[in-house]
């Protein structure tokens, strides 16, 4: 009775939005039993359905080996159904059904972290999201279909923790030394967001008091010895609980809230109904044993889970193609909400750093979809940049047109609208639409097509008529598979400076009304259109998409002394950070010089180290390698790239001389009485100590071994460990040797020591292979995977020469392990058609190569839509 041994014929896998179908039957209730044996589960469940729509009733399965099934109380015998390796069908049934099914699953040898799996030897973990549920047991695995679960959880009472969702309504022996609950979910979902979890685990406790006064139980439940390290990420909980009801009016819904971290996990964390689970690196947060980046990172990863409870549980997708309807608000929300936890600013300057490092060159490149795509092979290949980031900034945007009251009447009708359905996209936008008043179905253009747009951006001065203006073009690069491309909405946020005195000017009132610009605001959805600015004595400088008000490419052609100008007296801290990095990249790509830049920054520091040394410590960002890789389309040569950013880098630490060390002994992160600004002075520091080693000061290794010794912060530590191990330093051994001995039982610590030496820049394939060959290197635990895998890439000339036979290699063996994360690794490659040659032909013949060695449906696709360009 084991799975059809017929293989299936693989005819095209391509899955198509248009052919979306109503299912035949809706789940009323699931009634699950898992009983988990060291070497293997049993899964129970008893299925009320009830025809909705004609058609053979389907029930999704995969590596199941079926037990028994009965329907309306008979056995079915193997002739009564048709079986393949998908899923299991049913011909001529009545419309109300009672399904009963036995299968036996094997979690203690699921490496691909999908379905249940045992992630540790103390614990078993689900992970459902998207297609996860067909591990399990035969269901209607698809997000239109809601049911109410009942889940009964039974196993050895080695394992004391047995969760599921909702409510526990029971609970005792189950003889032999084991025992049982029984779980109760009110809400009904979709299977992606069951959750159950067996082990033995520690737990912190806390309580919420909604603001309609019912009472919520938190828990976290971890390693007794990483329990310290979840307060950060308790607080960030209750925060975001207190968020949502005062931005979006969304109370909580259950009597209890739990968290459980696991270190075997494929993505982030996952937002499973009132039973998140999370990667440790997103929940375990603490000075001595993680960054501030980390710590942030926590603290916006649990606000993204949390927010999903409304934007993705209890308002869903209807199919997986609306994956950024979920996604894309949720991220908005999440970025929304870490603006108010530190500095607007620059929480916005690092997420528009992750959306052009990121999402831009996927957008260029062969893996080009848009934020809603329209065909798929395999969903998990699009969990991306796109669907998530992109998807926020579209939300943005329509935020941005419409100010705080009307957006927020627009997501009320949303909920009210929708809530306990599974929707579109188009249902989102129509709802945002009627409760504002706003019309915005232009927006769905974004999401229906990809490719960043071009802005190109002029102005002109009449200084007869005084006045300004503004003439905007948009355009996007041909697409082979979307021929049809349109002028999108582009929300323009502007400011004019009096290029004299340096001060905002005041926008022309009546200008304003009659060019359309309100708040300065001005929405651009031609494709070419002019603004006209009245009242201006002399020529001001203009300063465009502020806080980055639209995801495009924007062309205006700035001398460097207007981006100077903008570095030194813009008050939008996004734009400064922005024209630093304009200014960076001209000298980078386009050979300008870099004393403008040098004279602006100088001249601007001393006020932004005051008033946020955050902010001011990214004004130094000089664009990583990868970053100046990805906005080069032919003839790459990452050797050349590499030297100019190094002579750069070495220009820089030379004229701002004195100024570096004073900075950083000046500098003192326990002075500082907030988080954000301490964490601002260690960004800082650390930057100026990597510059003093430019310097070649003599003194920069003592300085950097005391920095490493002295300190019980992660980030002092690991900015230290980087100059010492980076430069060869004489005490780069040991320095390394003593975080190892430190940090050996600490992982997320650990993952740091691996990525800080695969990082270096002289890194070789032997000094890689020493790492992965390392007691402690695990190709079963993705963070230890991408910890050396994402340092090595952090070195765009390594990646290109010893690195393109280490990501082969990890797709290859992670194609059947783990096909979730090799499909993602091998992505690190997908813009090797940009190479120059000889490189650019032998990258293509070992990627060519790898095609016949894949199965996957993950990796396969990936493959052929990097090779497709
Ligand atoms: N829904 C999750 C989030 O963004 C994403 C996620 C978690 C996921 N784990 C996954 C997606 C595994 C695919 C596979 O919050
Ligand atoms: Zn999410």
Known sequence: MNIAANPVIEADQTVYLKDYQKPSYLVDSIHLDIQVYDDHSLVKSKLVMQRQAAGDLVLLGRDLELQSITLNGKTLTNEQYQLDAEQLVIANTPDLVEL?????????????????????????????????????????????????????????????????????????????????????????????????????????????????????????????????????????????????????????????????????????????????????????????????????????????EYFHNWTGNRITCRDWFQLCLKEGLTVFRDQSFSEDLQSAAVQRIDDVAVLKSHQFPEDSGPLSHPPRPDHFVEINNFYTATVYEKGAEINRMMATLLGKEKFRQGTDEYFKRHDGQAVTVEDWVAALSAGSGVDLSAFLIWYNQPGTPKLQAQGEYDAANQSYRLSLKQSLKAHAKYPNLKAVPIPVALALFDAETGEQLVLNAEALFENGVKDGVYLFDQNEASIEFTGLKAAPVVSLLRSFSAPVNLEFNYSDEQLAFLLQYETNGFNQWQAAQTLLERILLNGHNAQTYLDAIQKTLPFVIAKDPLLASRLFDVPTEGYLGSRIDQDYNPIVLNEAREALLNTLARELGGFVKETYLSLDPIAQKEFSQAM?????????????????????????????????????RLGALKVLVWNDSPQAQEVLQDFYTRFKDEALSLDQWFMIQAAHPKATAESIAYLTSHADYDLAVPNRIRSVSGGLNANPVNTWSFGVQHFIDLAKYLDEKNPIVGSRLLQVLSRWYTLAEPQRSQVKAELEALKSQVKSKNVSETLNSMLSI
């Open 100 to 304: 009963n099914i036995e299968v036996l699953i094997h979690p203690e040898s699921n490496t691909q972290l999908e379905g249940l799996y045992q992630a540790a030897d103390n614990l078993y973990v689900t992970q459902n999201e998207p297609e996860g549920f067909r591990k399990i047991t035969f269901y209607p695995d698809r997000p239109d279909v809601l049911s109410v679960f009942t889940t009964r959880v039974e196993a050895d009472k080695k394992f004391p923790v047995l969760l599921a969702n909702g409510n526990l309504i029971e609970a005792g022996e189950a003889g032999e030394g084991r025992h049982y609950t029984v779980w109760q979910d009110p809400t009904k979902k979709p299977s992606y967001l069951f959750a159950c979890v067996i082990g033995d685990l520690a737990v912190l406790k806390d309580r919420y008091t909604t603001s309609e006064g019912s009472d919520v139980a938190l828990e976290i439940y971890a390693e007794a010895k990483d329990i310290p390290k979840c307060h950060i990420a308790m607080e960030a909980l209750k925060h975001s609980m207190r968020w949502d009801e005062e931005h979006y009016g969304r109370p909580y819904d259950l009597d209890n809230y739990m968290i459980v971290a696991t270190s075997a996990f494929n993505m982030g964390a996952m937002e499973n109904k009132g039973l998140n689970i999370f990667n440790t690196s997103c929940v375990l947060a603490d000075e001595e044993y993680t960054t501030d980046a980390a710590i942030m990172r926590v603290q916006s990863v649990i606000a993204h």
């Open 680 to 716: 601002g002075v260690r960004a800082l520091k650390n930057i100026m100590l990597s510059l003093l080693a430019r310097q070649g000061d003599s003194e920069v290794f003592d300085l950097a071994y005391e920095q490493y010794q002295n300190t019980g912060n992660m980030s002092e």
